[in-house]
Every structure is written in structure tokens, then in C-alpha cells.
Nanobody, 115 residues
Framework: QVQLVESGGGLVQPGGSLRLSCAAS????????IGWFRQAPGKEREGVAC????????YYADSVMGRFTISRDNAKNTVYLQMNNLKPEDMARYYC????????WGQGTQVTVSS
């Protein structure tokens, strides 16, 4: 079965950290450009970070630059999003997306930042 599964979300205090995982099954992630997106209630889905498939070049939204890090582990067929110094405005449902010939989306994982 082809799918992407995100995990690692949860409740964290402002200034805390979380590491999200995006695990693929049924296909090989290193052929794909992988992006992390987030969507807060009442807002548009926005891109947060992306790692390219050809040269692993990275992209970050200005709002997370210096706090978030995207990486991939091809042996585990998984992409990670390390999130440090979390802020209340980072609270959203986080999704990963795999792009190659076909696009796959995961179901998302909720990140709540609150004291």
C-alpha cells in the first residue's frame, strides 16, 4: 500500500522542540522532493520546508528559518522536520508531501504550542 504517515506531533510549551517524521511505504522517498506544509484553523496551507530529490537542496519559509531543519534518512525511507524554539504561531496541523511523477500527501500530525 502506497502511503505517507506523519508522526511526532503533540503538545509543547513555547520555546520547546519537536521532531516530526514522515515515513513512506510502497515507494522510495529519495526519488521524491519532500515538503512539509502546515495549516492552522481558518488559514491557508503553507509551505514550511522542502528538500529536493536531486541534490538535497533545502528551502525554508522565512517564518521558520533558523529554527526548523528538514532532513532525510534514505535507509529508513523517512524525512524529518526538527522544530526548535517553537512559538504559538507554529501551532497547526503539519503535513508532508512527496512530489515526483505522482504527488502523495500524508494525513497530518497536530502540533500544539501552548503554555
Amino acid at each position: 500500500q502506497v502511503q505517507l504517515v506523519e508522526s511526532g506531533g503533540g503538545l509543547v510549551q513555547p520555546g520547546g522542540s519537536l521532531r516530526l517524521s514522515c515515513a513512506a511505504s510502497g515507494f522510495t522517498l529519495d526519488d521524491y522532493a519532500i515538503g512539509w506544509f502546515r495549516q492552522a484553523p481558518g488559514k491557508e496551507r503553507e509551505g514550511v520546508a522542502c528538500i529536493d530529490s536531486s541534490d538535497d537542496s533545502l528551502y525554508y519559509a522565512d517564518s521558520v528559518m533558523g529554527r526548523f531543519t528538514i532532513s532525510r534518512d534514505n535507509a529508513k525511507n523517512t524525512v524529518y522536520l526538527q522544530m526548535n524554539n517553537l512559538k504559538p504561531e507554529d501551532m497547526a496541523r503539519y503535513y508532508c508531501k512527496a512530489d515526483y511523477i505522482i504527488t502523495y500527501w500524508g494525513q497530518g500530525t497536530q502540533v500544539t504550542v501552548s503554555s
